[in-house]
């Protein structure tokens, strides 16, 4: 089974304006180091973070248990001029694992309390399974040579966006799955056991609504990281070989 | 005028994958890391950038001349195992500048070229003028209570991002102008001199298309985080008079 974390920061939005509103590239570096650090901390452990809307985050969290976790959170806390809530639950499929961890930490306090910090509830998955974790790693075929040599920067990042909002919306529908936009033209999804043909299903929805031609590999493992690092070189053989969708 | 930077990662994709695929979270932690650098050396001298695609990113930088640029590029060759080429351009509507820059930097080479690093090329904004730039911060009504205190992340973040993915696309289409998610419920674009009309038209047709209320402070300056303090001072505005759009 999957174990999703999500990790709130505590009333961020009052805080971004007080007592005035703070300078916006401020809060991006903030922000976007904040992301860097959770990164390395979970990714040293085998997870994966996702940006998501870096107020909240999402990660898979196979392989890290209660004391990382509140490692991570004391360590945010001393670091940083936030502090981060943590909700964590455990499901075969992504979707009700975050729903689970969402409603901890919405049941600790509202996103925007002054009195709710560094929350932490959930339970953790135990009895590891070699394949626990399943990651899907999209790609959009050529997209060099489609759009980012062609087209000016914004009218590319358009087209790669309404794929990737396609995409995200039936991952989600259709399977429960999770899908995180990670930069370039590059989507990691987090999913449920889902068949070559389920793939293939996805990737025909995405160039029927957006015109988007998406390839994907798809690994598992006990971890996020054994299971994407299977993903990206199923997806190495999906350029070798022309095709569509591949499995490590 | 708006001056637009382009900054794009040279030979990004292949390096990914050389001589194997990348653990993915080390790939996170350096664009992030990097997109953070550039926020505070851009925003140091007045200027925006946002992380776009991460590979490709955009920059606001009236207020940042030719040396500027060289000593950024050159401190990101030094301190990070990628270099980036950087294309600059000058012009009303910010869609043109980005046209500009773009061409530029296509023109010296794919983004997947091994021949290419370190391209530079552009012309710069030189009589500053106090109504330079324009820029509009948007932001979701209530977010909090509406979707991050209900929903569970993902459903929340499906629904700000088809937000986006609507004003993105009008602001882009009807008025030129770059729009781009920074965070939480938050989109800053950078327009060219529009009404309080115009503003509203777009507010609308995201109400309309993708059922998101969005509310929007406007400001104008000679650099981008003067127009940008002023919006969301504008943005404050709304907050308190329950208005949809307000000029600083
Ligand atoms: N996060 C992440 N981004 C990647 C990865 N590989 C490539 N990218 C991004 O994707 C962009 C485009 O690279 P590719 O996907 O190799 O290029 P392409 O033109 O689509 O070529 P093909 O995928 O071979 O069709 C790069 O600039 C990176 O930003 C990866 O493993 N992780
Ligand atoms: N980048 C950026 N993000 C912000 C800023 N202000 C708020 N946010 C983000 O927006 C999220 C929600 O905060 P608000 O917009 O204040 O909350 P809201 O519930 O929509 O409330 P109202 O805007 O008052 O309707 C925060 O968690 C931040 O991530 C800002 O100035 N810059």
């Not at 560094?118 to 974790?133: K, Q, R």
Request: negative net charge; charged residues 25%.
């Amino acid at each position: 089974a999957t174990q999703l974390t999500l990790m709130q920061i505590d009333n961020y939005g009052p805080w971004t304006v007080t007592p005035e509103p703070r300078r916006e590239m401020d809060l991006q570096t903030m922000q976007s180091r904040l992301f860097a650090d959770l990164a390395q901390f979970v990714g040293a452990r085998g997870g994966y973070v996702f940006f998501t809307r870096f107020d909240n985050m999402v990660a898979v969290t196979n392989g890290l248990d209660r004391t990382d976790h509140e490692l991570l959170q004391e360590s945010v806390g001393n670091r940083y001029p936030v502090t981060v809530s943590l909700g964590v639950g455990v499901d075969e499929v992504p979707a009700e694992a975050l729903e689970t961890a969402t409603g901890l930490v919405q049941n600790a306090g509202s996103a925007q309390s002054s009195d709710r910090s560094e929350a932490f509830a959930g339970s953790f998955h135990d009895d590891a399974a070699d394949d626990d974790v399943h990651v899907a790693h999209f790609d959009v075929n050529d997209a060099t040579g489609k759009y980012t040599d062609r087209l000016n920067e914004f009218d590319t990042f358009i087209n790669i966006e309404q794929g990737y909002a396609s995409l995200m919306r039936y991952m989600r529908e259709a399977h429960g799955g999770l899908s995180f936009f990670v930069g370039g033209d590059n989507v990691i999804a987090t999913c449920p056991d889902l068949s070559a043909e389920e793939y293939r299903g996805a990737v025909d929805h995405v160039a029927d609504e957006a015109e988007v031609q998406l390839k994907v590999g798809v690994g598992s493992g006990p971890t996020a990281h054994e299971a994407g690092i299977r993903a990206k070189h199923a997806l190495e053989d999906c350029r070798y070989e022309g095709t569509l969708v591949e499995f490590a």
